[in-house]
């Protein structure tokens, strides 16, 4: 029997299988606002057989974008336009959907990735000042980022629980905080660019300091039959960087703090990193922080083979996995996986006689 089309429980949510849909921007919001380009891409894949959909990255103010295009969660106007994507998508799917709130910190205020021009710098058309722990920019064609004040960290903890309330108004059923690819979490987790002399800067303990800070708000605020986990980058692939190490000791704690699942990504935090990339090659952080933790551990990275998906959980080297790319290619993906490993997916009754060639369908 599949052990990748068994339940998995994040917390209180309960997901029918361990198939994730890993968050992905879409740059297609206007002013945060989702668009109809969110309903249709929702749409397809809440339809797709997986056992949870994370929302992109959704920034909690709008300095917190990558692009003037990303998604957003900061006032009524953001609440309102994706409340009516989610709305259509909840009208024809059961799957349990989540967000992932995000702050970009230094590596906001780009182009869209299809418009080849990268940072845009304060001052210019769709560019605005960026922060981050320090004064450092992420590599010479990035400016410079204000380093954060202790009131603009207070006023960034208050973003995140704004939007985790929003979260839960929308009726969304789990958080994930955006700890990982170098992003404003994660820039104040890395020694490469957290060069505070307070309390936020300098120890370990110190740089975990906002992460946890940001989880324990909004784990207050969001309901506790809903589950709020952590996506991190294990490594930034860089020496002398963030690494598996401490990524082991920033778990324990958010285990201890009661998080329901990690989300284990690396890399994203320089652009010195050196990463050997290959099917599964993030799967082993996953498995070393799942040796030291109780929380269900989610693995990502060139997950594409249904066999090859089977095996991690089957072998427990995560609790679930992750799929990026592979199911935006290939939308019904955990249909194909659930006809090759003979196991069942939940399908719209529209979709019940799509059995190809006649042949016993995995869709019920
Ligand atoms: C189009 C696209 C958008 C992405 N956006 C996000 C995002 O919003 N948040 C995030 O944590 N990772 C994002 N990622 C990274 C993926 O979630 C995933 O970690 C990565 O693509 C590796 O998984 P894969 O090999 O299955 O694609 C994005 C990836 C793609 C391809």
Request: hydrophobic share 40%; glycine share 8%; proline share 6%.
């Amino acid at each position: 029997m599949s052990q990748l089309f068994s339940p998995l429980s994040l917390g209180q949510v309960t997901l029918d299988n361990r198939i994730i849909i890993a968050p992905m921007c879409q740059y297609s919001a206007n002013n945060g606002a989702a668009s109809d380009w969110h309903t249709i891409h929702l749409g397809q894949l809440s339809l797709s057989g997986a056992g949870l959909l994370i929302l992109e990255a959704t920034a909690v103010n709008p300095e917190g974008r990558i692009s003037y295009g990303d998604l957003g969660l900061w006032n009524n106007e953001t609440q309102q336009a994706l409340g009516k994507s989610l709305k259509a998508v909840r009208q024809y799917s059961p799957i349990p959907i989540g967000i992932q709130l995000a702050h970009a910190g230094r590596k906001a205020s780009t182009g869209k990735p299809w418009e080849g021009i990268g940072a845009i710098a304060p001052g210019e058309v769709n560019g605005w000042q960026t922060v981050a722990p320090s004064a450092i920019a992420y590599d010479d064609k990035s400016s410079v980022p204000k380093a954060m004040s202790q009131d603009d960290i207070d006023s960034l903890i208050k973003d995140f629980v704004s939007a985790a309330k929003r979260a839960d108004e929308l009726g969304l059923d789990l958080i994930e905080l955006h700890g990982a690819h170098g992003y404003l979490l994660h820039q104040f987790l890395s020694p490469l660019s957290n060069k505070r002399d307070d309390n936020y800067g300098g120890s370990l303990e110190n740089r975990m300091r906002l992460l946890l800070d940001v989880f324990k708000a909004v784990r207050a605020v969001f309901p506790s039959d809903k589950a709020v986990g952590v996506r991190i980058s294990a490594t930034d692939w860089v020496e002398g960087g963030w690494d598996l190490e401490q990524s082991i000791v920033l778990s324990k704690a958010l285990d201890e703090l009661g998080c329901d699942f990690i989300h284990v990504s690396t890399a994203g935090l320089s652009p010195e990193q050196q990463i050997p990339v290959k099917p599964n090659f993030q799967v082993p952080f996953a498995t070393a922080i799942k040796e030291a933790v109780n929380m269900p551990v989610i693995a990502v990275g060139l997950i594409t083979q249904a066999q090859q998906a089977e095996d991690i959980i089957s072998e427990q080297q995560a609790d679930g996995v992750a799929l990026a790319r592979g199911i935006l290619y290939n939308p019904h993906w955990p249909w194909h996986a659930a006809a090759e490993l003979g196991a069942t997916v939940t399908a719209p009754k529209q979709y019940l006689r799509s059995s190809p060639h006649g042949q016993p369908s995995p869709i019920k």
